[in-house]
């Protein structure tokens, strides 16, 4: 499979945030995977692409036009994708993938995730999402969305589109299994029925 890793690209993370990503890029490639990615050197884009280069995967870049200087990507990609836009970039990055992994981040990684959670509830695709929850970064987050479904914003079904690991071998088993594959977008949807 193409694996999509969204992440944070800061070089100033935490250790504890970004080892565990690094482990994860070696253990997907081990598997016969391959890497997408926003093509960056630094923070957990960079130990995504380290990860995958140590277990001898290939890894793809997608990366802005305006972001491609002050060496800030990665120079050992298989392949580099440029794009004139950020949206270009997520949506080649959507297409291309098979699965995807949110690793911790700031406001591009949410808005990523956010939108391939969307696209999926909406029936544009049927690919596998995993959140690499390492201590506990996205707790609050998953809160946030069981307090959607309590106040009847978005279908409980919705919290059954993506899972949360703190291990890398299960998140990739969750991957390959894809349970999520045959949901009925329908489902997905309150009526007015339901809404209270």
């Keep these: 499979m193409n694996i999509c890793i969204y992440g944070a690209s800061s070089s100033v993370i935490a250790g504890v945030y970004v080892n565990p990503v690094e482990i994860l890029g ?4 081990q598997r016969g995977h391959n890497l997408i990615f926003g093509g960056g050197k630094y923070g957990l884009m960079g130990a995504a692409a380290r990860g995958t280069k140590k277990g001898r995967g290939k890894i793809i870049g997608v990366v802005p036009e305006f972001l491609a200087s002050g060496g800030v990507i990665y120079e050992e990609c298989d392949e ?6 950020m ?4 949506a080649i990055m959507e297409s291309r993938a098979d699965a995807f992994i949110i690793t ?9 995730f956010f939108e391939i959670l969307t696209l999926k509830q ?14 506990g970064y996205y707790d609050n987050l998953i809160k946030q969305l069981e307090s959607s479904v309590l106040k009847h914003f978005i279908s409980p079904d919705n919290l059954k589109l993506f899972a949360s690991f703190d291990s890398q071998d299960r998140l990739l088993d969750y991957l390959e299994t894809n349970p999520t594959s045959d949901f009925i977008t329908e489902e997905l949807r309150y009526t ?3 809404q209270k």
Excluded: M
Excluded at 26 to 29: C, E, G
């Design 122 to 135: 909406l029936g544009r695709h049927s690919k596998p999402i995993a959140i690499l929850n390492t201590c």
């Design 80 to 85: 580099v994708i440029y794009t004139e836009t």
């Design 26 to 29: 070696t253990k997907l490639a």
């Design 87 to 90: 949206r270009e970039r997520k």
């Design 104 to 112: 911790p981040g700031g406001p591009g990684t949410l808005d990523e």
């Design 192 to 194: 007015g029925k339901e």
